[in-house]
């Protein structure tokens, strides 16, 4: 699986969008790209996952870059709740199956 | 419906100690994983299940770990004659199947303690 690079910590004020950058700049064209979140002494919980196209449930957007080579996750209106640990990942298709969290992005909503 | 569960939530252990940790996967979900994360780090792969294929043990970080998947549900992480360092958050997660399009869920862990 590709490695991806995020920021390790991010601020964003209450009731703003938070924009969270990575870079996957050697991913391949079978692998997806995953954002997870995780909250203290929980286990990480899905958030939104794409191959090419910009992605959008209830809980955020994802942005691909054409070249596939970053993306951007959007909590559309953050509140304090949204405070967590953000991992971007990759994951092949097919044959790759180990998925890789790195350090992830702490993201701080401030009041 | 459910999610994935793990148990114990917590273990006490002393050093040389044995001990099991359980995870029920979400029914249906044909790939499990294990992970461990210690105290503010990222997420450690150990081992991946599925389906029937041999496991993917590439994470184990030494023989004292094993895990199994009876039935192709439940699974069971054994670390034997535990050491300090195995101290951390043991997470088990679940996906439908191993493909890249398929989501892993994830419990909430067995944070381990080894004194």
């Known amino acids: 699986d590709a490695k991806t690079t995020q920021p390790p910590s991010m601020d964003c004020a209450e009731g703003r969008a938070a924009n969270l950058p990575c870079n996957h700049s050697?991913?391949?064209?079978?692998?997806?790209v995953y954002w997870y979140r995780q909250i203290h002494s929980q286990g990480p919980q899905y958030i939104i996952h794409?191959?090419?196209n910009n992605e959008t449930n209830e809980m955020a957007s994802l942005i691909i870059t054409e070249d596939r080579k970053s993306s951007t996750l959007i909590l559309p209106h953050a509140t304090l709740r949204d405070t967590a640990v953000y991992y971007c990942?990759?994951?092949?298709?097919?044959?790759?199956?180990?998925?890789?969290f790195g350090a992830g992005t702490r993201l701080f909503v401030k009041a | 419906g459910a999610g994935v569960s793990q148990s114990p939530s917590n273990k006490v252990t002393e050093k040389g100690k044995d001990v099991e940790l359980r995870c029920d996967p979400i029914?249906?979900?044909?790939?499990l994983y294990w992970y461990r994360q210690s105290l503010g780090q990222g997420l450690e792969f150990l081992i991946y299940?599925?389906?029937?294929?041999?496991?993917?043990k590439s994470g184990l970080p030494s023989d004292r770990f094993s895990a199994e998947r009876t039935g192709g549900s439940v699974s069971t992480l054994t670390i034997q004659r535990t050491q300090q360092e195995d101290s951390a958050v043991y997470l088990c997660?679940?996906?439908?199947?191993?493909?890249?399009?398929?989501?892993?869920?994830f419990g909430n862990g067995t944070r381990l303690t080894v004194t």
């Open positions: 997660a679940s996906s439908f199947a191993g493909w890249g399009n398929s989501p892993l869920h």
């Open positions: 029914s249906g979900h044909t790939a």
């Open positions: 990942i990759v994951r092949a298709n097919t044959g790759g199956f180990k998925t890789i």
């Open positions: 299940f599925q389906g029937n294929s041999a496991p993917d």
């Open positions: 794409g191959l090419k």
């Open positions: 050697t991913i391949s064209g079978n692998e997806y």
